[in-house]
């Protein structure tokens, strides 16, 4: 038998440049034409292929190697003295690979990830194989959608979504975790409680949001000073006596006004493969509040149809039944958008996570006075901080700007009268 030895061809301007791949390993057979490594340089991933077919003998590189023309890539057995030479197959192994296809069509039809035989060769392009490994997929396993199985960079993207679904679906998320060398206890007194059930509810809904949605915060601030002034006026027609309606009463007409206008934030993404997006022509506020036993979000419904004080009056009462544990379930669900506040707490900014399936949040720190430059001159005004965070697959960095910019109109200078009515 006659061995030969591969060696890299004339590739032009490179010269000591990085194997960034081996597709090949010992006792693979190749055949001419089958790209053996992958080289990058500064400038572009060009695949070696093989100038011969035949087994692989043994391997001269691996990766992270500097190769130039002229260096030995693999030693092989050339297949034509191989010709004929046939080795006969077990029972056992030939079931083997009836079962080893069979499995891989099921894999196929129940839409599971198809994790391939390492030693079938995956076709890509460079630059998808750049993406995957920037991603740290293993290219190998990526099932090809164009002809022969290639594979394309929309395949890396549905390879890693589907993992990302399958590991939330079998709750192996919160299994990757890293193991304590030292129980807490060796290191004083511990106590050892129960989570709350409404918490260990609302976590698998946050480590989906958090998972599935590529979130960005937009900060800013609204001038709500002749809001504030104007809420302080208002009093019962009946009594005289002041009412006492919190900011957040106003804040909610006020973004009712803004989702008519911009209402891709009105909407949901329930499969983005499918190029699909539900808008909803109804306007459920929900409302993140904070009780004995962890944070619900119950939904104030047709917001945009009612009045200020409605809207006050309906805010304690699903708030309270909140805290008593007696709101139904389905008010939790069928939102346009949520708001959470701190205001009542304090702090500013910070970074809300949206409540799947919507596709932002507003988060409202609390409300402090800072002295503003308008015209000229530093003026006292009453500043509400304001952390919009949104869901960047369907919402741009301008369209949240504009949309906070909105926002900010509506609960500014004379307009608190209007939202009012």
């Known amino acids: 038998m006659s061995k030969k030895d591969i060696k890299v061809p004339n590739i032009g301007e490179f010269k000591d440049v990085e194997v960034i791949e081996v597709l090949i390993k010992e006792g693979q057979k190749i055949k001419k034409n089958d790209p053996l490594i992958t080289i990058e340089s500064d400038k572009s991933s060009v695949e070696i292929p093989s100038s011969e077919e035949g087994t692989v003998i043994s391997l001269n590189i691996k990766i992270g190697d500097k190769v130039s023309e002229g260096d030995k890539i693999i030693e092989i057995e050339s297949e034509k003295e191989l010709k004929g030479i046939e080795v ?37 392009s460079p630059k998808v194989r750049k993406f995957a ?8 396993k ?4 164009e002809r022969q199985g290639r594979v394309t960079e929309s395949d890396v ?24 060398e030292y129980s807490h206890s060796e290191f004083g007194e511990v106590e050892i409680k129960d989570i709350p059930r409404v918490k260990k509810l609302s976590s698998k809904y946050l480590m989906n949001s958090w998972s599935k949605i590529p979130h960005v915060t937009n900060h800013d601030e609204a001038d709500i000073t002749e809001l504030e002034e104007f809420r302080a006026s208002l009093t019962d027609i009946y009594t005289g006596e002041k009412k006492k ?16 206008k911009f209402p891709n934030f009105n909407s949901s993404i329930d499969e983005i493969e499918n190029g699909k997006m539900t808008v909803k022509k109804y306007f459920h506020v929900g ?32 708030s309270q039944q909140c805290r008593d544990l007696k709101i139904d379930k389905k008010e939790l669900f069928g939102g346009s958008m949520t708001i959470t506040s701190l205001g009542s707490i304090g702090g500013s900014f910070f970074t809300p996570i949206i ?26 005004r009453t500043m509400l901080p304001l952390s919009l965070s949104y869901d960047h697959r369907i919402i741009d960095g301008a369209e949240a700007a504009r949309f906070n910019n909105e926002l900010k109109e509506n609960l500014g200078k004379n307009f608190a009268y209007k939202l009012a009515v």
């Open 245 to 260: 309606i919190t900011p957040l009463a106003f804040i909610v007409k006020a973004l009712t006004v803004s989702l008519k």
């Open 287 to 318: 409302i993140a509040v904070d009780t004995p036993h962890g944070l619900m979000v119950p939904k104030l419904r047709n917001a945009d149809n009612k009045n200020i004080s409605l809207i006050s009056a309906e805010l304690k009462k699903i």
């Open 355 to 380: 409540n799947y399936p919507e596709v932002a949040i507003l988060g409202v720190g609390k409300a402090e006075k800072k002295q503003v430059f308008i015209d000229g001159k530093f003026v006292t």
């Open 157 to 180: 993207k549905l390879f890693v979504a589907k993992k990302s679904n399958k590991t939330f679906k079998n709750q192996n998320i919160t299994d990757q975790k890293i193991e304590q």
């Open 133 to 140: 490994r920037e991603l740290g997929i293993d290219i190998n």
């Open 142 to 145: 990526v099932s090809g959608s």
């Open 88 to 124: 006969a197959e077990s029972p056992k192994n030939q079931l083997s690979k009836k079962v080893d296809k069979k499995e891989i069509r099921e894999n196929k039809e129940t839409g599971d990830i198809l994790i391939k035989d390492a030693s079938i060769k995956t076709s890509a």
